[in-house]
């Protein structure tokens, strides 16, 4: 696993003319997870873009050491070409590491085009592309949407390996899911 710490102090997000959050810490080090908790609208995704260096905070700054795996809503998967392909496209790009198919399982799914998956297939198949990635730092957005109970305990086991392998894991999400030291930050708490 690659050295990873990731720091945000005082940051602040406005969307359009509202200020969502202020004065948001957090200092996450190798073996760290944490909740980002809330209601639909609060501000969760807009942190997780600012964390993940694809937005501007309004005030306040983001330190990361280590490269950033997001699954948010949209798996950056070729709608139009067969699963395996589309993995095949990153496997590439990212290296020989194990997407863990079969564990997630899409080992049958991978003739099938990625249009056709149901939610929670999207979702497992955003998983073995995150796998894939090798990123200390995983930044994940509502990764429980979509799946079945089996799935949900399979996910959990996967970010829990993540982080006692020395990894981040940041995950934003209105359920619930269990980390080790159920280390919440509710962004009500910084809401302006
Ligand atoms: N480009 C934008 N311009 C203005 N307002 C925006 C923009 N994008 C999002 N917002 C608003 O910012 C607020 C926070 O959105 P965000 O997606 O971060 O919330 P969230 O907590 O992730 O919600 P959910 O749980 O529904 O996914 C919402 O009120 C949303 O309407």
């Not at 909740?35 to 983001?62: C, D, E, F, T």
């Not at 899409?106 to 998983?127: C, E, H, I, M």
């Not at 829990?160 to 280390?183: D, F, N, T």
């Amino acid at each position: 696993m690659q050295e990873c710490s990731l720091t945000a102090r005082e940051l602040a997000c406005r969307r359009g003319d509202r200020l969502l959050f202020r004065g948001l810490e957090l200092a996450l080090v190798p073996g760290d997870a944490i909740h980002i908790a809330g209601p639909n609208g609060i501000g969760k995704s807009s942190l997780m873009r600012i964390l993940a260096g694809l937005m501007q905070p309004y005030a306040g700054s983001v330190e990361r050491t280590g490269s950033i795996g997001l699954v948010d809503e949209r798996p950056a998967l070729d709608e139009h070409a067969p699963l395996g392909k589309a993995l095949g496209f990153w496997q590439r790009i990212d290296g020989a590491a194990d997407n863990e198919f079969a564990r997630l399982g899409l080992a049958d799914l991978l003739d099938v085009p990625v249009r056709y998956l149901s939610t929670g297939q999207r979702k497992r198949a955003a998983f073995a592309r995150l796998l894939g990635q090798s990123a200390p730092i995983w930044l994940l957005d509502e990764p429980l949407n979509g799946l079945d109970r089996d799935a949900v305990a399979l996910v959990e086991r996967i970010v829990a390996e993540h982080y006692h392998g020395g990894g981040i894991a940041v995950i934003a999400s209105h359920q619930a899911i269990a980390i080790e030291g159920g280390k919440t930050v509710a962004i009500e708490d910084f809401a302006k």
